[in-house]
T-cell receptor, first 113, second 115 residues
């Protein structure tokens, strides 16, 4: 059973471009969480999704950021018109049930130049 | 809103010795989960140990154990017989029993193992 897979591992975008980060949860996991980690900081919750539903997006910026978890395929975190401040490591986590611990992917390091 | 505080930015321990990492949290909830995650240089977040607040017994996983003091809102991690592979950032995390708002993390403690 493969772990949580995130790709790409590293992503470089110029200011104003779009960034798409992908997350394939562990097999059998229907709960997906996205977190952002700034340098020297802990992870900050962004959004919680189940298949085809956004359950809680209270940690996600209101503009330029969106997330989806379609019926088929990976979860996508999309950042439009990226700015330098979006540079961070973005982690995805999945769990099989709400009360189970989440398993994390290796993260995507986004660098905006 | 819940907060998690790790007051030790960095800790150092000799190989084979024991070290304790501190974590305190603030919540108005009575039921919740607490976690310790390890982040080595590879940046992978690895679950170390998990504690349910309704359980009085402290969780243990091999060389890792916690001291959970619910009244004091304290959740420290003890690593026994420290090994070089234990060197990493350690993050304490809180999660509401509802789960919908994800994990709240502390800022982490950088653990250095001296050979």
């Amino acid at each position: 059973n493969a772990g949580v897979m995130q790709n790409p591992r590293h992503l470089v975008r110029r200011r104003g471009q779009e960034a798409r980060l992908r997350c394939s949860p562990m097999k059998g996991h229907s709960h997906v969480y996205w977190y952002r980690q700034l340098p020297e900081e802990g992870l900050k919750f962004m959004v919680y999704l189940q298949k085809e539903n956004i359950i809680d997006e209270s940690g996600m910026p209101k503009e330029r950021f969106s997330a989806e978890f379609p019926k088929e395929g990976p979860s996508i975190l999309r950042i439009q018109q990226v700015v330098r401040g979006d540079s961070a490591a973005y982690f995805c986590a999945s769990s099989p049930l709400l009360d189970r611990a989440a398993f994390f992917g290796q993260g995507t390091r986004l660098t905006v130049v | 809103a819940q907060t998690v505080t790790q007051s030790q930015p960095e800790m150092s321990v000799q190989e084979a010795e024991t070290v304790t990492l501190s974590c305190t949290y603030d919540t108005s909830e009575s039921d919740y989960y607490l976690f310790w995650y390890k982040q080595p240089p590879s940046r992978q977040m690895i679950l170390v140990i998990r504690q349910e607040a309704y359980k009085q017994q402290n969780a243990t996983e091999n060389r890792f154990s916690v001291n959970f003091q619910k009244a004091a809102k304290s959740f420290s991690l003890k690593i026994s017989d420290s090994q070089l592979g234990d060197a990493a950032m350690y993050f304490c995390a809180y999660r509401s029993i509802r789960g919908a708002d994800g994990l709240t993390f502390g800022k982490g403690t950088h653990l250095i193992i001296q050979p």
